[in-house]
């Protein structure tokens, strides 16, 4: 069956922009996670929804990041005003249940540019 | 505050050699443990887990893992390393109260002929 999939794969902005990255889980899967992965790091936890809720969003950064996942499947990202520093790969992954119990799988990532 | 510790950043190792690949982490609880792998162009994949019993534990690909509670370590090992298997290597732990994970900055593993 499909994997996670994440569009786009690659996203050019200007510094002040709006983006918006999506993420396509596995069909079933309740948890949803986001990281973001800057050059030469692992990834860092952002944010964790559980059905459409979101259940832990203590990882973003700031105000700035926003993620929805309004019918339970697919969810968004949005970044506003994006900053140079936003740079980095933005993973998505999905589970069946809790990840700390089941497995996550990880779609490829978006990678984003912020000039 | 829980953490996770790979303290190579970089490992050659030639083919048919035998891999370790060394984790440690910081966490108050019994912890979750994990190691996944990430290929270029790839998404990160669990090689293994460990929850609680048996502190030795499999995973895909003839990777093996062991849980060392006095070392707070979890290392990666392969007896036989393949060519395939050069990739990033990535350790995490899981909270048991929350549903973060903590990833080491990983390690990159060359594979030499």
Redesign the interface.
């Known amino acids: 069956g499909a994997g996670v999939s994440q569009t786009p794969s690659n996203k050019v902005t200007e510094k002040g922009k709006y983006v918006e990255l999506r993420c396509d889980p596995i069909s079933g899967h309740t948890a949803l996670y986001w990281y973001r992965q800057s050059l030469g790091q692992g990834p860092e936890f952002l944010i964790y929804f559980q059905g459409t809720g979101a259940a832990d969003d203590s990882g973003l950064p700031n105000d700035r990041f926003f993620a929805v996942r309004p019918e339970g499947s697919v969810s968004t990202l949005k970044i506003q005003r994006t900053e140079r520093g936003d740079s980095a790969v933005y993973l998505c992954a999905s589970s069946p249940g809790l990840a700390v119990l089941n497995e996550q799988f990880f779609g490829p990532g978006t990678r984003l540019t912020v000039l | 505050a829980q953490s ?1 510790t790979q303290p190579d950043i970089h490992i050659t190792v030639s083919e048919g050699a035998s891999l370790e690949l060394r984790c440690n982490y910081s966490y108050g609880a019994t912890p ?1 443990l994990f190691w ?1 792998v990430q290929s270029p ?6 090689l293994l ?1 460990y ?1 609680s019993g048996d502190t030795l534990v499999q995973g895909i690909k003839g990777f093996e893992a062991e849980f060392k509670r006095s070392q707070s370590s979890f290392n990666l090992r392969k007896p036989s390393v393949h060519w395939s298997d050069a990739a990033e290597y ?1 350790c ?1 732990v ?3 109260t ?9 390690t990159s593993l060359t594979v030499i002929p």
Do not use: E, I, M, R
């Not at chain 2, 929350?98 to 990983?106: D, H, I, V």
């Open positions: 996770v979750y996944y162009g790839q998404g990160l994949q669990l887990k929850f990535f995490a899981g909270s048991n929350g549903n973060q994970f903590y990833f080491g900055t990983g």
